[in-house]
């Protein structure tokens, strides 16, 4: 059974603290990503990688960063939490897509909900 | 920017009823896709349908796609209490793997 883990279900910090959520996948998948969800704004993406030591920047990329040493794994970084990163933090891994025959189907981590106090 | 923007709505039905709910996108796309969130879970893959597809099934999903209007829909048939859960649509306008979710859609099934 495929799977992608997050390291927490819950976090609490505090304001100022570094925070590192980490994300794994065994399904050797070459693309990672992170997204953020909050209430009435959907999904919206942090940084992405497509393989490793890659990254680019999504949506949203102010005040955090990414580590990606090994394909499997993708780590999010808050350099310096502050309460508005407050969120559920998700983790999704696919397959690049070959062509447009490809399949862009993302697995998803059951998700960390992040709480800066 | 967002593709993929689902109408947002809270559907409420009885078990048993159908529920629909649609989602629009601004650019060209090679595929959609359908997911299920679970309150206070990951995303859920449902389905997907390619561009050069106008309807899909799998189970009780039922997805149609207009490529001319720009829109999708997604049909969950004969609904459970167990279909409780957030809908989301999502495409890769970018042509590089990288998915746009939309808001989503809320529906609550009545047991």
């Known amino acids: 059974d495929v799977k992608v883990t997050q390291s927490s279900r819950y976090l609490v910090k505090r304001t100022g603290e570094k925070v590192f959520l980490e994300c794994v996948q065994d399904?050797?998948?070459?693309?990672m990503f992170w997204y953020r969800q909050d209430p009435g704004l959907g999904l919206r993406l942090i940084y992405f990688?497509?393989?490793?030591?890659?990254?680019e920047k999504g949506d949203i990329p102010e005040g955090y960063s990414v580590s990606r040493e090994k394909k499997e794994r993708f780590s999010l970084i808050l350099e310096s939490a502050s309460t508005n990163q407050t969120s559920m933090y998700l983790c999704?891994?696919?397959?690049?897509?070959?062509?447009?025959?490809?399949?862009?189907?993302?697995?998803f981590g059951q998700g960390t909900r992040l709480t800066v106090v | 920017s967002q593709q993929g923007e689902e109408d947002p709505q809270a559907l409420s039905i009885q078990e048993g009823e159908n529920a629909t709910m649609n989602c629009s996108y601004k650019?060209?796309?090679?595929?959609l896709q359908w997911y299920r969130q679970n309150s206070g879970r990951g995303l859920v893959h449902l389905i997907l349908i390619r561009s050069n597809e106008r309807e899909k099934h799998s189970g009780r999903l039922r997805v149609t796609l207009d490529t001319s209007k720009k829109s999708s829909s997604l049909l969950i048939t004969a609904s459970r209490a167990a279909d409780t859960a957030s809908y989301f649509c999502?495409?890769?306008?970018?042509?590089?793997?990288?998915?746009?979710f939309g808001k989503g859609n809320q529906v609550v099934v009545i047991p």
């Open positions: 999704a891994s696919s397959f690049p897509q070959m062509g447009p025959l490809g399949n862009t189907e993302a697995f």
């Open positions: 650019t060209s796309i090679n595929n």
């Open positions: 999502a495409t890769d306008p970018y042509g590089n793997n990288r998915l746009a």
């Open positions: 399904m050797d998948h070459e693309n």
């Open positions: 990688s497509y393989d490793v030591k890659m990254k």
